[in-house]
Structures are given as C-alpha cells and as structure tokens.
C-alpha cells in the first residue's frame, strides 16, 4: 500500500448496468455479448415496473438490446472513426433505425452491435414473437450520454492553448478560493496542449471538464447567498458559455474544488450519498479520492450510472442515518482506515442502494438512530438488498439508558415499532419492544458520541 494510503486497484465493474430492474427475454439470432431486456413502465408513483399481460408473464411486444455485462463507462470501439463516433455522440435523445441505414448502410447493424457490446448504445426493437423482432431506433447507455458534451468538444477540436489558459487565470483573478489553482496553472508552458494542470483538485485531466469546472466555481464561489441558494442550472446559465447542462463528471469535478459546501448551498445540486474512506471511483473522466477529500466526497445520483472503475482497499461498508453523524465518524481514522463510511440522506435510497450492490463481497453494517424510523431503515436496506445487514450501536440497553426524545408524529412512531417487533431486522426486534414499551420515543445518535464512537472500530474488526 503507497503511503498516501490511496487504495489498491480492486476494480469493480458499473454499479448500474442497463439491465438493472429489468428481466432478460430469449430473442433468437442475437449477436454474442448482447442481451434483450423488458422495457419499463413507470407506475403512478414513478417508479420503474416490468410490464406484465393479463397472465403476469413479462410483456414481450418491445425489448431493448444491451450489453451483457457491465462495462466501462468509455471504450468506443475500434470500428467506428473519429467521424462516425461523433456522429453517435452526438445523439440528442434518440435515432431513427431508418436514419442510421441511410447514413451507413451495410455496416449499420454491425457497428450499433459493437456499440452495444462496448456499453455505449441501447437499441429498441418491436417484438413479433421470439424468432422475430426488429430494430426501432437507438440512444446512447446513460454512461456515453453523461460525457458525450465534453467528449464531443475534446473530439471537435480546442481553443488556442495559451488563450484558453489566460481566459481562466482572468475568471479565477478575483477569487481567492481558487489561489491554488491559478498558480498550477499560471505555471504550464504556453505552447502546452490544453489539459488541466497537474494536482488540480477537480480530479480530471480532461480540459473541458476542468475548465467547466473552474468556471462554475468562480461564479458560484463569488455569488453565493444565504437567504436564496443559487440553484446548478443559474449557475451553468451565467458560467457556462456553450452549454447549461451540468454532465456527471462537471457536476463531480465542480464538487471537487469547491468542497463539501456545494451540496448544501446549491440548490438542486443532486447528492445521495456522501462517502469516506479507501476508494476511488471515476466518473466519466474525473476521478474523485475518498480518501483525500476533507472530510467526504460526495456522488451526485446521476453519476452512480457512469461509474467506470472502482478501485477500493476497505474490509467493509458502514452505513450512518444521520448527516451530522456521518461527518464525526469521517473524522476517525480507526474507522476510516479500514471501512467504508457511506450516507444516503437517511434512507434506503436508490443511489445507495446500487452502490452497496458493488460491495456484496464485503461485510456491511449499518448506524442508525435508535428509533422505529432507523430499525426501518435497516430492515428495509437488508431487504432490498437481499444480504445480511449487521446493525452496531444499536443496543437495547444504549436506548434504555440513553436521552430519549419525542418524535414529531408520537402516533406513527409507535406504530411503525409495533410492526418493527414482528417484521423488523431480527437483531433490532428487542429494539423495536423496547420502543413500544416507552410509548414510542427514540434515542438519536448525536447522543451517543460519547459511547458508540469510541468502540466503533472494535465493534467493527469483529465483522
């Protein structure tokens, strides 16, 4: 291990593939690495569903064709040229299947194949029956669509190098938060091609990333206000001069070099989950450390799609409920030594959801308050994800002996721990009695530093 106490490549393929929440059909005469999957429908909540006839058999009149496997979030393949791939890149929300014969006619199906198999392309086609389908029109996987805007700049060519570089030393002038960038890059030759400078904290090498996210950081850095948060989309609008849209990897890198206050500053600024510890992750083209960020690194839930490549050296993942509580925990390296510290806005989401799923090989524990709503969170994320979910300081006597409080609806909370005596987490369901004998109040964890903290790491090590 490096003594930066980075972490070892231990590579860890997309966390969400294409074919998440889907159910894989049997079309014949598909090309090898491609598979069809169910088309989802969404039901009056919103959430994803795989159509089903009168039968409850999944619903086969349409399917969609991808990768078989998960794959990075960039390989184009070797079939296609520099033109031909911009072409592709420059799919705004999808192509006719038509409009693609035309343009490559004979070489159609076999280079929309090589996009698939390379995880850069979904193709729907009509479903007759098994034997019998035919495609429909094409869009880009959700990792090529996050990148394609900086990818296609990187690819249509750069501003004069020297131009571009005194351009952002102008806009980083009167910022004092970016001091540190201006010197690395007030000192890179003038004849240099254009990447961003060596250390950059935006964690990219890639010049349109780097230099969105400089611009975005001036603004926002120098605009910010307490009473009404700037919301992504004002900032993009007012820094931004090609386009408004905020792609994972500028999202990550602007999170990069502003620090921890984005999220909470600006409005819309998409987080659910917040992590610390030995990992690595890249997102598109930026690659953001848990380690080094101070005190977390945040993951804005559109990037959890174009997660190419993990890299982590940690024994197991610890999930916290409370934000605060996260941060005090991150300040630990007992813990974050040797574990993965991960928040998810207090709740079984789905962006945390996926991201556990890429450390099913490791132990996972979970730090919720002791309350019906926390038992109900580490139910409900064993559950879903379908593994053991080991709770710590959550002991019965922790909450007995511990300053109890009233939740806002006293009613619901009882209620909820009734149902958490019979239904809940097996190790939590003397927990959740316990509750129920109080009336239904709850201990929260910001009460417990004192006396969970201190035996965390141990409590840990024996997982």
């Known amino acids: 291990m490096a003594d930066d106490r980075s972490p070892r490549a231990v590579p860890v393929p997309l966390l969400l593939g294409e074919a998440a929440g889907r159910v894989r059909i049997p079309l014949a005469g598909l090309p090898g690495?491609?598979?069809?999957?169910?088309?989802?429908?969404?039901?009056?909540?919103?959430?994803?569903?795989?159509?089903?006839?009168?039968?409850?058999?999944?619903?086969?009149?349409?399917?969609?064709?991808?990768?078989?496997?998960?794959?990075?979030?960039?390989?184009?393949?070797?079939?296609?040229?520099?033109?031909?791939?911009?072409?592709?890149?420059?799919?705004?929300?999808?192509?006719?299947?038509?409009?693609?014969?035309?343009?490559f006619g004979d070489r159609a199906w076999s280079l929309v194949t090589a996009l698939i198999r390379d995880g850069g392309a979904v193709v729907r086609v009509s479903v007759s029956d098994v034997k019998n389908w035919k495609p429909r029109t094409l869009r880009l996987t959700h990792a090529w669509a996050g990148q394609a805007v900086d990818l296609l700049r990187e690819m249509r060519g750069q501003p004069v190098p020297g131009e571009a570089r005194a351009a952002l030393l102008e806009i980083m002038a009167g910022v004092p938060e970016l001091s540190g960038e201006a010197a690395l890059l007030a000192v890179v030759p003038g004849d240099a091609p254009l990447r961003a400078p060596d250390g950059s904290r935006t964690g990219t090498s890639v010049w349109t990333v780097y230099d969105a996210a400089i611009r975005t950081a001036a603004y926002f850095l120098q605009h910010q206000r307490q009473d009404s948060p700037l919301t992504e989309r004002e900032v993009a609008a007012h820094a931004l001069p090609d386009s408004k849209e905020w792609t994972p990897a500028r999202r990550t890198a602007f999170e990069l070099l502003v620090g921890e206050s984005a999220s909470d500053k600006l409005a819309a600024m998409d987080h659910d989950i917040r992590v610390r510890g030995r990992l690595r992750w890249s997102v598109g083209p930026v690659i953001a450390d848990a380690m080094r960020g101070h005190p977390w690194i945040g993951l804005p839930s559109g990037g959890i799609h174009v997660i190419g490549q993990i890299e982590r050296d940690v024994r197991g993942a610890l999930v916290i409920e409370n934000a605060d509580t996260f941060q005090y925990v991150c300040q630990r390296p007992d813990v974050t030594d040797t574990w993965l510290c991960v928040w998810g806005r207090g709740s079984a989401t789905d962006g945390v959801v996926n991201f556990l799923r890429a450390m099913n090989d490791l132990p996972i524990a979970a730090w919720c308050d002791l309350d019906a709503r926390g038992i109900e969170i580490v139910t409900e994320l064993a559950g879903r994800l379908g593994r053991e979910i080991t709770p710590v300081g959550m002991a019965t006597e922790l909450f007995i002996g511990g300053k109890q409080y009233v939740p806002k609806n006293l009613a619901d909370s009882l209620k909820v721990a009734e149902k958490m005596t019979v239904n809940g987490h097996p190790a939590l369901r003397d927990l959740a009695k316990a509750i129920v004998a109080s009336g239904g109040l709850g201990c929260e964890q910001e009460t417990l530093y004192d006396k969970v903290p201190p035996t965390l790491a141990g409590e840990l090590a024996k997982l």
């Not at 795989?50 to 064709?65: H, N, S």
């Open 33 to 103: 690495g491609v598979i069809a999957v169910t088309v989802p429908r969404k039901d009056p909540l919103g959430a994803a569903r795989v159509p089903v006839d009168r039968k409850g058999r999944p619903g086969w009149r349409e399917a969609d064709l991808v990768v078989e496997q998960p794959a990075r979030a960039f390989t184009p393949p070797a079939e296609l040229n520099p033109s031909e791939l911009a072409w592709f890149l420059g799919t705004k929300d999808h192509r006719r299947w038509q409009a693609i014969e035309t343009k």
